[in-house]
């Protein structure tokens, strides 16, 4: 090996980059700015931080390159999940200002805007990870961030508990991570993702069965995973650490960390795992469904609209995994989009559509419990008469999440379906039928509620302008987004350029 | 010419109108009811125009097409052919009438209400023209949340419940849809290499063999359900009686008159043509369902006491005949199950509008509590008379050649079949015209019994005798007003306010004698009722008369699709 210096490519770098600069400046800007200054300047300073980020994201072609001795990934994956992250950051901010600075009794802005930059710094570099140790890194920067942000209502006792569940369980399932990642390392000789798919062909095509070793990693890898992801059984710490968490938090928690665990999922199960498809694919599908069906399932009896919202996301979680598990290899990789593998796709448009339309749901909680009601059902009765706009927002949402059309979360179903379905995975394009068939009970529940029953005035008249700007900017997207689908899903496929780079290296 | 979109502009009118009102200043009382009835209006107006200029033949025409994400084979791809003309001019037609219903019997929040009625009518008008599967589905599910909020918020006493049923069962059945469109997909993909969503070409698929027998039994099934939901059919029915029953009157007229025809078009759209092997292998299934359904719903409607139910579960019975008629395999009944949905059309339309004439001044739907009206307001008797006569199937109404032709088409496919059809007419008759006597003919509450009766029950008797006695013998006809003999006097009713909302009891009228209503102080139709009314019955009258119009317009279509099945079964 020759120890030649290779200088980075720092011109790839830069939307990660800025957002590191923005979390220096924030911490920095919120020990030297005078206090009455924090909120208007922290909130302008993370705004205008991630919007340039977005803007550097847009300076980036397509093409697949590497950099920092292959730690760094400059594919269309990334760039799509760059894209969703930011935005999520973006309508988390919209969302969260007013929340912390009046709601809960004032938690310091400054650390949360800071908290929240690197949190969202860890889960780019999870994005954009080449290697099994820039993945881990990334995923444990944005774990730990997300630890304290759960746990910032700090006055709250289920504020504490569910952090608390949270970091306990999310530190066993890095160490699961880690030990399933040594595995792998130790069958493949390296940590390059791309270097390990060529390795792991080497080794598979020398025998008639499986070296248990990689197997075992395999296994390991998938089970962190899927406690990162909140797939069941690996959910145990969502219900109780998205209901303790701040609002706003809980609808960041429920969109960034989730983009960062699929991140490196598709890295390391296609990437890095891709020639042992056969193996986890079913793992993968089977996971999907019981996901699936029990966030449905359970979310029916739930009566807080928090609550329900998580047990919503595990079951999103099991539409996404139902994306992933209908991965199908292409041999001898061809350029036209008629053979283009769709399961990636659709899970990357799955993601983006989710950010909107969850964030959004939350939004509207968020909404409310600034004027002075709370979270339960009983909260939202009645809510069309006495605030017509915000009710009408939630009904979008609510649609969305349920799959209707034109909304784009019927988009994202239909596409993971015509992926299913495209490789013969037909029991879970039912299942996900079904289930969403399920959901909508608990969805309609929520819009019946709001123009159904019979409500009360709020208790508190408040201005929040900037939750307002967000939640129409969330409507308009679900909207819009998928009349406009196809640069999106365009942005989306090119991520299958990326196992070319896998594939050409084949001794 | 070529290129003006009209379609889009018929189908996206009333959207437009919706977005108009939602933008209306909130002050002004008039504007959202001025806004949807401009809309429906021009809708109408232009669909008249479409029908005009429509060639009777097999084509689809009026085709707008733009391509909007080829890589899954999904373009915006709108065409008609003259199923859906005829269809669509019905919607437009019947959401008309609606919105003229509505515009004083809809008091609080109107800008709601209209809003909800034109998304409803759009998705209703796409669905009909859509050309591309997913377009289709778009339009489908876009019905679903108006109409659920239509039913919940401003119908009866039950709505809510009604409206989640309405809206779970339908979405259900729709998303199984989804399933199948996508399995269709794949399976034209796989055989040709082209992704597509477009029908046409979907359809160029059966002679290219590019779905196998099994497949076509289980994608048929798929898409079956979700019609067969819609339609309603037995056992999918259930979620029909409660949903017309605590909608508000222009909703049940909406949904009776053109919801339910959207599972007939999608059979024969989707079922039929794409899938000629599996319908073949359900059809013994569908038509045992279809003749249960037809006799099920008429026995149940024969005990309901509340009248709106009774058309409810008639309007099951009916449309059993639309599902038998369509896959019974032969021009008749092709042609009787289209007449009949059309005809299903006014006629159940008119009679929700005649429930809602009588229930916007009593505020109750309960047969038992009514009687005498015809002395009341003769017009409307003669209004619900022509209704009712036409959907029992009285020839020289609408009503009539439908069914006619469904039972002859039955009888070639099966006699036995045939002789149970036949025989449901005669339960039709009966439950519709013992509720006509049982409301409108009889002795109205605060009325003096018929002297010159020479049937009364002794209890009539008596009370003659209390009124002024001596009169008996068949001198005089006894008075109808109340005025003239002294005891029977009406209690005093607050009656009458015909701008309520109906967020009542379902029977909590307002009964005076013996639980009855009373009817003196009411009056017969008034203009606005009478607009709605008299197109429907103009139409029932008109085409039952003269039918062929209609037919030389869908039959073309028709025999291209029972060509196309033939072809493939192997005729």
Redesign the interface.
Known sequence: MSLELIVPDFGLVWPQFVVFLTAIVLSLADAFLPKHLHYRWLTAISLVGYSLGLLLLFGQNGEDRSTFYGLFRADGLTIFLTLVILAAAILTVFISASYIEHLEGRMPIGEFYTLLAFAVLGALLTASAGDLVMLFVGIELSSLATYILTAFAKRRVTALEGALKYFLLGIFASAILLYGMAWVYGSSGTTDLDEIAVQIQGVIAGQDNLDASLLLGLLLVIVGLGFKMAAVPFHFWTPDAYDGAPTPVTGFMSVVPKAAAFAAAVRILIQGLGPLRDDWVQVIAILALVTMVFGNIVAVSQRNVKRMLAYSSIAHTGYMLAGLAAYRAQEGFGTG??D?NQGVSSVLYYLLAYTFMNIGAFAIVVWIQHRGRGMELEDFNGLA?VH?LPAAAM?VFM?SL?????TIG?YGK??V??AL??TDL?WL??AI??M??VS??FY??V??TM??SEGQASRTQVQTPLLNVGIAAMVIAVFALGLF??PI??LA?TWNGALTLAAQTTP | MENFPLLSLIAFLPAVGAVGIMFAPKASSNLPRQIALGSALVSFALSLVMLAAFDRDATFQFTERVEWLPDLGISYFLGVDGIAVLLIVLTTLLSLISIVWSWDTVKDRQREYYIAMLLLETGMIGVFMALDLFIFYIFWELMLIPMALLIGVWGSSNRVYAAIKFFLYTLFGSLLMLVGIVATYQAYYNQTGERTLDILRLQEGVALGAYGSTFQFWVFAAFFIAFAVKVPMFPFHTWLPDAHVEAPTAASVILAAVMLKMGGYGLLRFNLPLFPEGSADWTPVIVTLSIIGIIYGALVALVQPDMKKLVAYSSVSHMGFVTLGLFIGNLQGMDGAMLVMLAHGFNTGGLFLCIGVIYERAHTRNISAFGGIASRMPKWAAYFMIFMFASIGLPGLSGFVGEFLVALGTWDYNPWAALITFSVVIFAAWYMMWMFQRVVFGRASGEAPDVGDTQLLPSERDELAALGGGHNEGAEHGTYDTGGHGGLQPRPVSGGDHGRVDHDEETGGYPTHEGQIDSSKWADLTLKESLTLFPLAALTIIFGIYPKPLLAIVEPSFQAILEGAQRVVGN
Not at chain 1, 402 to 406: L, S, T, V
């Open positions: 989009d008629g283009a008469s017509p009904t649609i349920m799959g209707i059309p034109p019927f239909y596409y379906i015509v379905i495209d037909l394009a039912l039928v079904l969403s068939a909508a009970f309609l529940r819009v019946a123009y159904f689908s196809t899903i365009d496929d």
